[in-house]
């Protein structure tokens, strides 16, 4: 017999899963974003660091004494004594208030074990 008024029974279909594997996709996609974004950092080598002390402006000295010490540090592995050399030199720069135009001479050193390096490390 048959009731007039109520439907047939429905079949209820379970989306539990369905709901499970998007909210670990977007968690998984979530936590890689922030891993490249905040965590991950690429190493960079010694081709972007020759590039910086390149790119060097001889005309302020300060900048250039405090590129060339701290950029250099990473780079000149081989040729450390003459890095050294060229370092004491520039080390009365780094102290001035007003700087100065680096020396004919100084520049022409550090031109040369900048080229010396790219020979040597990229080639």
Do not use: W
Request: proline content about 5%; glycine content about 4%; charged content about 20%.
């Amino acid at each position: 017999m048959h009731l007039h008024g109520i439907l047939p029974p429905l079949e209820v279909v379970d989306y539990a899963y369905l709901y499970l594997f998007g909210a670990i996709l977007v968690l998984g996609s979530l936590l890689y974003f922030i891993y490249k974004r905040f965590i991950y950092t690429p190493k960079k080598g010694t081709a972007y660091y020759l590039r910086l002390l390149e790119q060097c402006d001889f005309q302020d000295a300060k900048k250039t004494a405090l590129q060339f010490s701290y950029y250099g540090q990473m780079i000149f592995t081989k040729q450390q004594a003459q890095f050294q050399a060229i370092q004491s030199k520039l080390e009365p720069y780094k102290y001035l208030k007003n700087s100065p135009t680096l020396p004919k001479e100084l520049q022409k050193e550090i031109t040369q074990i900048l080229q010396d390096a790219r020979q040597n490390h990229v080639g």
